[in-house]
């Protein structure tokens, strides 16, 4: 490991059950109940469950369907994003105020580098147990929190003694504090690829720290040896400050699975140019757009590209997506979708966009002349800001029915 790695103190800070803590915070008929937050009909899905509802199986993601059948008597709740980054905002301020190596994952979720600010603040747990408090004073919420030499540790460390809890992992204590946690706590081993190590009798960290690279490479392929390492508590990444990795998408699940392409097309144009006008509106461009396709069978695949160059214009985004999905739509002849999503990452800032020039590739510089006319997504956006986000709409979305369910969502990825 470098003497980098060695030398850094990470902080991962992850809010418990945030949304639904939120809820429960607000409404206090809902505390000590299990509730999720998420759509209450037959096909919603669970965005978040409380511990309560935990209790019973109930986890995010789970179709609210199965939820119920497992805790009959959850409480469904509408999600309110607006107010759970409001939270966040507050709960990013006070990470500021003890460092300002401070990289955010999603709304409730940061990898905090504190290695500059000990002698200022004192030991690293001492820093978490303030940062604790605050969160707790300020917000009425609490966060569990993980202290290790690096981000990876750090994360696997928060999640040992959740809710509100605090655990420090020293370089000292590594590979073998890590040694009989399963591997599944390592990010990016999921339910595809878990059943394939388990297969190979790899069950613990242990296992996949000490196995023969050629007995894994067919599962891993050419990360075999960075995942191995990360087994052995490895992980070389620093912290990013800000929201370099922030990332914007939008997703419906349909009352019915949808299978007709014309009409997939028109859902789709629906969400690009939502996920467009969010762009626009928080003044960013994307070099990454991604399709999310979920299956009757909830199966979930996602195709993504790059954009040269980047942008923020509704029918580029349109374009590049409506080129994904026919591709799978190809070869996946006659499948049907429950749930259809568009999301943009590797965004950049840009303080005034000419929307005009991003499918340019004159290397003009990419700000708004003086006196320019507006283009039409502009205009466009002065509609909606000033009627409402239905005032206007592209011509072939008009007829969509509104009766799905949608999510939007603004998150800070963090890359395994």
């Known amino acids: 490991m470098s003497q980098l790695s060695?030398?850094?103190?990470?902080?991962?800070?992850?809010?418990?059950?945030?949304?639904?803590?939120?809820?429960?915070?607000?409404?206090?008929?809902?505390?000590?109940?299990?509730?999720?937050?998420?759509?209450?009909?037959?096909?919603?899905?669970?965005?978040?469950?409380?511990?309560?509802?935990?209790?019973?199986?109930?986890?995010?993601?789970?179709?609210?369907?199965?939820?119920?059948?497992?805790?009959?008597?959850?409480?469904?709740?509408?999600?309110r994003m607006s107010v759970y980054q409001e939270v966040s905002k507050q709960i990013f301020k006070i990470f500021q105020d003890f460092t300002p190596?401070?990289?955010?994952?999603?709304?409730?979720?940061?990898?905090?580098?504190?290695?500059?600010?000990?002698?200022?603040?004192?030991?690293?747990?001492?820093?978490?147990?303030?940062?604790?408090?605050?969160?707790?004073?300020?917000?009425?919420?609490?966060?569990?929190?993980?202290?290790a030499p690096n981000k990876l540790v750090a994360k696997i460390a928060s999640d040992l003694e959740k809710p509100d809890g605090i655990v420090e992992i020293r370089q000292h204590e590594l590979p073998q504090r890590l040694d009989d946690l399963p591997v599944k706590v390592i990010p990016g081993i999921g339910k595809v690829t878990l059943p394939k190590l388990q297969h190979l009798n790899i069950h613990t960290m242990q296992d996949l720290r000490l196995a023969n690279p050629d007995k894994v490479r067919h599962v891993f392929g050419k990360y075999t040896q960075r995942m191995q390492n990360k087994a052995a508590g490895i992980d070389q990444r620093q912290v990013r400050e800000g929201d370099a990795d922030k990332s914007i998408s939008h997703e419906i699940t349909f009352d019915r699975n949808i299978g007709e392409p014309g009409m997939l097309m028109r859902h789709l144009q629906r969400l690009s140019d939502k996920t467009a006008t969010r762009l626009r509106t928080k003044q960013y461009l994307a070099a990454t757009l991604q399709i999310k396709l979920r299956t009757p069978d909830f199966q979930t695949f996602t195709r993504q590209t790059r954009m040269h160059p980047a942008s923020a214009d509704s029918?580029?985004?349109?374009?590049?997506?409506?080129?994904?999905?026919?591709?799978?739509?190809?070869?996946?002849?006659?499948?049907?979708?429950?749930?259809?999503?568009?999301?943009?990452s590797q965004l950049s800032e840009s303080s005034q966009l000419d929307?005009?020039?991003?499918?340019?590739?004159?290397?003009?510089?990419p700000h708004k002349p003086q006196g320019r006319p507006k283009s039409l997504d502009e205009t466009m956006d002065d509609i909606k800001a000033k009627f409402g986000k239905e005032a206007i709409k592209h011509g072939q979305s008009v007829n969509l029915s509104y009766t799905e369910r949608e999510t939007n969502k603004i998150d800070k990825d963090d890359t395994p």
């Open 101 to 147: 190596q401070v990289q955010g994952v999603s709304v409730d979720e940061a990898y905090l580098d504190v290695t500059g600010c000990l002698r200022l603040h004192g030991s690293a747990m001492a820093i978490a147990k303030q940062i604790k408090q605050r969160i707790k004073a300020e917000t009425q919420l609490t966060a569990s929190i993980g202290i």
């Open 355 to 365: 929307l005009f020039a991003e499918n340019s590739t004159s290397g003009m510089e």
């Open 6 to 79: 060695e030398q850094r103190t990470i902080l991962h800070v992850d809010m418990d059950a945030f949304f639904a803590s939120v809820e429960q915070r607000d409404n206090p008929e809902l505390r000590g109940k299990p509730i999720i937050v998420g759509g209450s009909g037959p096909r919603g899905v669970a965005a978040a469950a409380s511990y309560e509802a935990r209790k019973f199986g109930v986890r995010s993601a789970m179709p609210t369907r199965e939820a119920l059948r497992r805790c009959p008597q959850l409480i469904c709740v509408s999600g």
């Open 315 to 344: 029918s580029v985004l349109l374009n590049v997506a409506k080129q994904l999905l026919e591709r799978w739509l190809q070869a996946n002849p006659g499948a049907k979708l429950r749930l259809l999503g568009v999301g943009v």
